[in-house]
Structure formats: C-alpha cells, structure tokens
C-alpha cells in the first residue's frame, strides 16, 4: 500500500498524540507513585514512634513486616522511571520531575529501613520503658513523627513555604538526639547493667537523626523539582544567590 504525503503527515501526527498522551499517563503514574510511598512511610515511621514510647514488641514485628511494602513500591518506582527515560526524552521541567523521583524515593526509602532499624530494637527495651520517659526519647520520637508527616505533605503539595521549616526541626532533632545520646553514656559509666539496652537506645536516637536528615534531603528535592534550584544545608536561606539549573542543563 502507498501512502502520499498528507496521509504520512496524518499518520504521523496521531503517532506523536498517543506517545504524548502516554507519556502524560505515565508522569501522572509516577506522581501518584511518588506520593503513594511518601504516604506509606510516613505511616510506618508514625507507627514506629507509637511503638517506641510504649516499648510495644508486638507492633514493633508487624511493622518489620510491613517494609517489604515499602521495598517493593520502590522497587516499582525505580521501573517507572527508567521506563519513562527509556520511551521518550524528557526535557526540563518534567526531566526535573523524573530526576527528583529518583532520589526522593531513595530517601523514603531509607527512612523506612531506619524505621525498621528502630522497630528490631524495641523488644530489647520493652524492660526498660522508664528510660524513653526519662531521657526524653519520647519527645525526639515525636518530633521524628512530625518532620517526616510535614514533608511528606510538601512532597505532595509542592508547596516550598515551609521547607526551612524542615531543616529547623531536623536540626532541633540532632541537638535533642546528641544531648540525650551524651546523657546516656555518662549513666553507662555508672551502671554497667544497663550497657545493652543503653547501647540500643543510642542506636535508636541515631537512626531517628538520620530519619530527620532525610527529610531535609527531600524538601531539597521538592525545591529542585519546583524551581529548579539546587541547594544544599549550609547554605539555604542565606543571601548569596542560589544555583540555577538551566533548562538547557536538562534537554
């Protein structure tokens, strides 16, 4: 069969609306993805402070189960991506999207193993519960809780206001966390009984610094997917000028 030129053109116009409406479906897919896991481990990390304050083992199980959730949606992420990289050639904002994905993901993920890491030391504490009150591991585990559920709901919105309050309370965190961790090692000098379940206490603090500092890395994330800017801890919100990324840096 011979096609002329204007049917060529026809055919060939149809072909470009189907690959853009697919590749539409498939950013919007990755949204919905990207907000999906944020949701998922926010829940596992809330549940784990819940777990933590009342040393309740039972949960702490449940929610070690329940990562595999969490690795199998960021298993399909990573796929979404590299597919939408593989099937068309994205270009600035939505390339942008894309590379944000990539490490949000990441980060959420390791926020989830980390709430794990804590949720496998739980029952190694259950004995000592009076320590989480007075130490005021309770207190950090509640601020943990509210930084990663404050920028989960930036991820979602895309909304920037409130990114330096991210990096307030992350750093708040690593104050209480050190303080605290510095307490419980001067306790151990005094009673060489309590070395496991201090050990493990510490361990806890700094798996929720590190939770904190994952969420700093996301509300990075959530500014170079919106304004393409890349910025880093030390200096944001300062005055000299932050590092554009040019939309031809992304073609």
Do not use: W
């Amino acid at each position: 069969m011979v096609y002329n030129r204007k049917q060529l053109n026809k055919q060939h116009k149809h072909i470009s609306k189907t690959m853009e409406r697919h590749f539409e479906i498939e950013l919007d897919k990755l949204n919905r993805r990207l907000n999906k896991m944020g949701n998922l481990v926010a829940s596992q990390v809330r549940q784990t402070m819940f777990a933590l304050t009342e040393c309740n083992a039972e949960l702490a199980r449940e929610i070690i189960d329940l990562d595999n959730k969490v690795d199998e949606l960021d298993v399909k992420i990573d796929k979404l991506c590299q597919r939408i990289f593989a099937l068309t050639q994205p270009v600035a904002t939505d390339l942008r999207l894309i590379m944000a994905s990539l490490k949000i993901n990441n980060d959420l993920e390791r926020m989830a193993d980390h709430a794990a890491g804590i949720a496998r030391k739980i029952e190694g504490i259950t004995d000592f519960k009076e320590f989480i009150y007075e130490f005021k591991i309770d207190e950090v585990a509640s601020l943990t809780n509210i930084i990663v559920n404050d920028v989960v709901s930036i991820l979602t919105s895309r909304n920037t206001v409130f990114v330096k309050d991210i990096f307030d309370a992350s750093a708040t965190i690593k104050d209480k966390a050190q303080s605290i961790s510095a307490a419980i090692v001067e306790e151990m000098t005094k009673k060489s009984d309590v070395i496991v379940v201090a050990t493990n206490l510490i361990l806890v603090l700094t798996q929720m610094e590190r939770i904190a500092g994952y969420s700093t890395n996301i509300a990075e994330s959530v500014i170079f997917l919106v304004e393409g800017r890349v910025i880093k801890h030390s200096r944001l919100f300062k005055d000299e000028p932050e590092s554009p990324v040019a939309e031809e840096d992304l073609s």
